[in-house]
């Protein structure tokens, strides 16, 4: 669990979209007082369609940059403290030019961008900060100190509804936040750039709603803010579905069309389970991954049911255990509830089939279509009821 979930997700997001480009640290340290750098940018790629698909953040990468995100709007205290950062950095650059005997270059300081989603006339003007001129190409919400500061802002509500500015925005607050959320489901973009971000978005989730039980008046604007995710993930899940159909009917053709559509929807089923278990609750350990062939095969209904029960856990990145126990209950009772078998012991036989290795466990489920409810307690280990 994150303690500060937006923060967490604005550096991680950053570092996705900017890490094709250059160089990308998080929470770098400066000297003197020990100052932490939100992103560290060094540019290291140009190419241009990667960086034309970021639109605004791709012209804010063409050079070495500081870029400190900022959740709630930036007060002047924060934009003090980001200068001292900036102003550090150049003093280590210094030195370390210096040491090595090298020209120190006014071309290899970093820029300061300051990301905000809003700021205030007030602020702005107390500052300093000027709006570039329409030839410079930067447009709306964008501001500068004098040039010899290499100090921008970026007012992200004030920023147009554009494309170029999506990527921006996602960092914004309330609606301009939600806004972009909802542009990237038909953003053309390039599909693992894409699914990056909705693993981002789909972890900043998770981290909201596990941060509930200490903060169980999560505020309204977080609470919307996880709604507007959702639509995001179903979309994720049908496309997860429809590629599961499509390589399930490419394996089925030489088997005949219904059995390929009954590998698809199980394949399908297998990459949502997947994706979302892993987004949930990290990564998997080898008994998890072993049920996942079994639990794909079960009816749409009881497979949804599952994921509903799922999202409910609490996260947790080390105890799979109520993971495990919910998975394995789901693949006996497709196997046994209809016969009105698992009546009489519908959940001791759990723990003994968790107690398995992976490899024996993965051997019994590949058998359990076949297995009677007695054959199966008697491949179990020993019990002492």
């Given at each position: 669990?994150?303690?500060?979930?937006?923060?967490?997700?604005?550096?991680?997001?950053?570092?996705?979209?900017?890490?094709?480009?250059?160089?990308?640290?998080?929470?770098?340290?400066?000297?003197?007082?020990?100052?932490?750098?939100?992103?560290?940018?060094?540019?290291?790629?140009?190419?241009?369609?990667?960086?034309?698909?970021?639109?605004?953040?791709?012209?804010?990468?063409?050079?070495?940059?500081?870029?400190?995100?900022?959740?709630?709007?930036?007060?002047?205290?924060?934009i003090f403290s980001c200068v001292v950062k900036l102003l550090n950095s150049r003093a280590e650059q210094g030195r370390r030019?210096?040491?090595?005997?090298?020209?120190?270059?006014?071309?290899?300081?970093?820029?300061l961008w300051i990301l905000t989603p809003t700021a205030s006339e007030a602020l702005?003007?107390?500052?300093?900060?000027?709006?570039?001129?329409?030839?410079?190409?930067?447009?709306?919400?964008?501001?500068?100190?004098?040039?010899?500061?290499?100090?921008?802002?970026?007012?992200?509500?004030?920023?147009?509804?554009?494309?170029?500015?999506?990527?921006?925005?996602?960092?914004?607050?309330?609606?301009?936040?939600?806004?972009?959320?909802?542009?990237?489901?038909?953003?053309?973009?390039?599909?693992?750039?894409?699914?990056?971000?909705?693993?981002?978005?789909?972890?900043?989730?998770?981290?909201?709603?596990?941060?509930?039980?200490?903060?169980?008046?999560?505020?309204?604007?977080?609470?919307?803010?996880?709604?507007?995710?959702?639509?995001?993930?179903?979309?994720?899940?049908?496309?997860?579905?429809?590629?599961?159909?499509?390589?399930?009917?490419?394996?089925?053709?030489?088997?005949?069309?219904?059995?390929?559509?009954?590998?698809?929807?199980?394949?399908?089923?297998?990459?949502?389970?997947?994706?979302?278990?892993?987004?949930?609750?990290?990564?998997?350990?080898?008994?998890?991954?072993?049920?996942?062939?079994?639990?794909?095969?079960?009816?749409?209904?009881?497979?949804?049911?599952?994921?509903?029960?799922?999202?409910?856990?609490?996260?947790?990145?080390?105890?799979?255990?109520?993971?495990?126990?919910?998975?394995?209950?789901?693949?006996?009772?497709?196997?046994?509830?209809?016969?009105?078998?698992?009546?009489?012991?519908?959940?001791?036989?759990?723990?003994?089939?968790?107690?398995?290795?992976?490899?024996?466990?993965?051997?019994?489920?590949?058998?359990?279509?076949?297995?009677?409810?007695?054959?199966?307690?008697?491949?179990?280990?020993?019990?002492?009821?």
């Amino acid at each position: 669990m994150t303690k500060f979930p937006h923060d967490q997700f604005a550096k991680e997001y950053l570092q996705e979209l900017l890490s094709p480009l250059g160089e990308v640290e998080t929470s770098k340290n400066v000297t003197a007082e020990v100052r932490e750098i939100d992103v560290w940018f060094q540019p290291t790629s140009f190419e241009g369609e990667y960086v034309q698909s970021l639109g605004l953040l791709g012209k804010m990468a063409a050079t070495a940059a500081i870029i400190e995100p900022f959740r709630n709007p930036v007060t002047a205290e924060g934009i003090f403290s980001c200068v001292v950062k900036l102003l550090n950095s150049r003093a280590e650059q210094g030195r370390r030019a210096n040491r090595q005997d090298q020209r120190f270059e006014e071309r290899q300081l970093p820029m300061l961008w300051i990301l905000t989603p809003t700021a205030s006339e007030a602020l702005l003007s107390s500052f300093g900060f000027r709006t570039p001129e329409d030839s410079e190409g930067w447009g709306r919400g964008v501001y500068f100190l004098s040039e010899v500061w290499r100090v921008g802002l970026i007012a992200i509500h004030q920023l147009p509804r554009t494309p170029e500015t999506m990527w921006l925005r996602m960092l914004g607050r309330g609606r301009v936040q939600q806004g972009a959320i909802a542009e990237l489901t038909a953003f053309p973009l390039d599909a693992s750039l894409r699914a990056n971000a909705l693993q981002l978005l789909y972890t900043l989730q998770a981290n909201l709603q596990a941060n509930t039980p200490t903060n169980p008046t999560m505020d309204d604007e977080d609470q919307e803010l996880v709604m507007a995710i959702v639509p995001l993930f179903q979309q994720h899940l049908q496309e997860a579905r429809l590629q599961g159909l499509e390589q399930g009917l490419e394996r089925g053709l030489e088997r005949g069309i219904e059995r390929g559509r009954e590998e698809g929807r199980e394949e399908g089923q297998r990459l949502i389970l997947e994706s979302f278990l892993q987004v949930r609750f990290g990564e998997l350990d080898p008994l998890t991954l072993t049920f996942l062939r079994s639990v794909s095969a079960l009816p749409t209904a009881e497979f949804t049911m599952l994921l509903v029960q799922l999202s409910m856990l609490p996260i947790a990145q080390t105890d799979r255990q109520q993971v495990q126990t919910l998975l394995a209950e789901s693949v006996l009772n497709n196997r046994f509830s209809k016969s009105g078998q698992l009546e009489e012991r519908p959940v001791t036989l759990i723990p003994y089939l968790l107690g398995l290795s992976p490899e024996n466990l993965s051997l019994l489920l590949s058998e359990l279509p076949q297995l009677s409810l007695e054959k199966l307690i008697a491949r179990l280990p020993d019990r002492s009821n």
